[in-house]
């Protein structure tokens, strides 16, 4: 089957623009994670949805970054005024259920942001 | 008390050999502790896992060894292989919360 997928897998964008960057989970997944992976780092937690809503946003770096996924199932992740120090790759990740520990993460390939 | 840390930041094996990179953290309240494998270009992909109560987990050639009174874990590869070129990393996870290290760049030469 289908795993997660991420687009555009590239994004280049001038500082102080607006990037809106979408992943599709596997289907029937509800929980959706969002991270950032910068060079030579491991992932970064941003962001985790339990179906349509936010249970924990609390890796957001400041209140330019923003996420979305309003029927439980794409989620999209928006950066405004971007700066040259968010150029990062940005992955997604779903899993089947979010509740308790042990279950598995299914990343995304990622999608790497260049702010020029 | 978040961090996680990982060791050596880089690794180069020979084939068939045993390749080992640790990892410590800080905060008790973990309770699964996965590694990852990623490939250039890719996401990172769950390789193995383990629980605080026990010691000692093995799949394949895989094999992650735990210490829960010195908060330390580590991933040992045997047989090295070529294919085995990658980045790995370790994490830490308690509820949704997962805190990764920063890596260990493995190069197995033939």
């Known amino acids: 089957g289908a795993g997660v997928s991420q687009t555009p897998s590239n994004k280049v964008t001038e500082k102080g623009k607006y990037v809106e960057l979408r992943c599709d989970p596997i289907?029937?997944?509800?929980?959706l994670y969002w991270y950032r992976q910068s060079l030579g780092q491991g992932p970064e937690f941003l962001i985790y949805?339990?179906?349509?809503?936010?249970?924990?946003d609390s890796g957001l770096p400041n209140d330019r970054f923003f996420a979305v996924r309003p029927e439980g199932s794409v989620s999209t992740l928006k950066i405004q005024r971007t700066e040259r120090g968010d150029s990062a790759v940005y992955l997604c990740a779903s899993s089947l259920t979010g509740a308790g520990a042990g279950y598995e993460q299914y990343f995304g390939p990622g999608t790497r942001l260049t702010v020029t | 008390q978040q961090q996680v840390k990982q060791s050596p930041q880089s690794l180069i094996v020979q084939k068939g050999g045993i390749s080992i990179i640790n990892c410590a953290y800080e905060n008790t309240a973990f309770d699964y502790f996965p590694w990852y494998q990623q490939f250039p270009g890719k996401g990172p992909a769950l390789l193995i896992a383990?629980?605080?109560?026990?010691s000692e987990k093995k799949e394949g050639r895989f094999t992650i060894s735990f210490n829960k009174s010195a908060k330390q874990f580590s991933l040992h590869i045997m047989d090295s292989q070529p294919g085995d070129s990658a980045t790995y990393f370790c994490a830490a996870n308690y509820g949704q919360n997962f805190v990764f290290g920063p890596g260990t760049r493995l190069s197995v030469l033939p």
């Open positions: 949805f339990q179906g349509t809503g936010a249970a924990d």
């Open positions: 289907s029937g997944h509800t929980a």
């Open positions: 383990i629980r605080p109560d026990v």
